[in-house]
Each structure stands twice: as C-alpha cells, then as structure tokens.
Antibody, heavy 119, light 107 residues
Framework: QVQLLQSGAEVKKPGASVKISCRAS????????IHWVRQAPGQGLEWMGIVNPSGGTTTYAQRLQGRVSMTRDTSTSTVYMELSSLRSDDTAVYYC????????????WGQGTLVTVSS | DIHLTQSPSSLSASVGDRITITCRASQSTSSYLNWYQQKPGKAPQLLIYSTSTLQSGVPSRFSGSGSGTDFTLTISSLQPEDFATYYC?????????FGQGTKLDIK
C-alpha cells in the first residue's frame, strides 16, 4: 500500500533552517507529484509548494519564495523540504502529500512532522 | 490567488442528521474542487475530488456538488466517526488554496 513516511519532530531557534524528509513506498515514485502543506497550531491548511519527483522541477507559494526549497532523491524515493530563516510563525505540523493525478487532489498524506521554532 | 470561504465555520449536529457545508470561491475553479476530512492529531484524508467523485473507500453517505464558484459537501446521515473538521480545496490554479475549515461536533 502507498505510504509516505516523514522524519521526526524538530525544535529550532529563530533564524535557523529545518529539513524534513518524506520517504515514499508502495508506488512508482516518479509517477506522482508531491506537495507540502503546513498547519499552524489550531489553524487551517496552507499549501507550500509542489515537486515533480521525475524531473525535480518545483513551484513554491509566493509568500515562501526565497526561504523554501524542495528536492528529491530518486535512489531512495525521498522528497525533502527545507525551510530557512525560521520564525516563530513557522511553528506548525508539516505534511507531504501525494498528488493522485486526478484534478490535482491529494490522495495520500504523510503522518506529519511538528516543527517548533522557539528561542 | 483564489480565496475559498466555507460556511458555517462550526456546526453542531446529532447522529443521523443530514448536514451541508458550503464552499464559495472568489473566482471560478471549474470542477477542481476537493473535500478533505481531518480528525484531531491526524493528517487530512481525501473524501471527494473533482467536485463530486467519491474517493475509493469513502462511504456513500458523503456527496459533493456544485460548479464554478459554489460547492457543497453533504453528509446524508451523520455517523459518530464523521465528527471532524472538513476542508475544501481548489486545485484549479497555483497556489492551491484551502477553505478555513468547518468543525463539525456532536450536539
């Protein structure tokens, strides 16, 4: 079955960077785009960007441009999301999600990674 | 960016009730409108995509309808496991955006 397994929780200081991994299994890694979505405590869902595991191309939310980078390693079927210059309002649960190639919907999600930014 | 507004933001209902949640978009999303269910501490789960197509494994008491800018999610007969937060999402144009969510709890 399809699984997206994310790396564990992180605690970072303001100004630092964080890199989260999302390892895919149960399907052909290069067949489906991967999205990143975050959710601040008690808040809604925010789309961060998309990466094409096949060619590595990316598109990011404009408000995160310059701070976010999404990459992939096809040898390990893993996608990475790195966010730099962390601020307290980056504290959130970060999810990776697999695009089903059906109207762009997100059919499988990772379990989430809590990133806490605190001095 | 396409802004999605859900109503109501919260809803109290009883097991067996029929409920409807609406999602209004700031511009047309064609049929690129999806619905997710999220339970506390869990990742969202896809319920409906392309306005009205039920994701595999989702019970038939869930249904979606609409077009253009106005969409609805209906649960025909609430079950205990349906009490959760529901989000609409547009995937018509990047940045993909979500509604603010509708929290459904037990009356």
């Amino acid at each position: 079955q399809v699984q997206l397994l994310q790396s564990g929780a992180e605690v970072k200081k303001p100004g630092a960077s964080v890199k989260i991994s999302c390892r895919a299994s149960g399907y052909t890694f290069t067949s489906n785009y991967i999205h990143w979505v975050r959710q601040a405590p008690g808040q809604g869902l925010e789309w961060m960007g998309i990466v094409n595991p096949s060619g590595g191309t990316t598109t990011y939310a404009q408000r995160l441009q310059g701070r976010v980078s999404m990459t992939r390693d096809t040898s390990t079927s893993t996608v990475y999301m790195e966010l730099s210059s962390l601020r307290s309002d980056d504290t959130a649960v970060y999810y990776c999600a697999r695009d089903l190639n059906r109207f762009g919907c997100f059919g499988n999600w990772g379990q989430g990674t809590l990133v806490t930014v605190s001095s | 960016d396409i802004h999605l507004t859900q109503s109501p933001s919260s809803l109290s209902a009883s097991v067996g009730d029929r409920i409807t949640i609406t999602c209004r978009a700031s511009q047309s999303t064609s049929s690129y409108l999806n619905w997710y269910q999220q339970k506390p501490g869990k990742a969202p789960q896809l319920l409906i995509y392309s306005t009205s197509t039920l994701q595999s494994g989702v019970p038939s008491r869930f249904s979606g309808s609409g077009s253009g800018t106005d969409f609805t999610l209906t649960i025909s007969s609430l079950q205990p496991e349906d009490f959760a937060t529901y989000y609409c999402q547009q995937t018509y144009s990047i940045p993909y955006t979500f509604g603010q969510g509708t929290k459904l709890d037990i009356k």
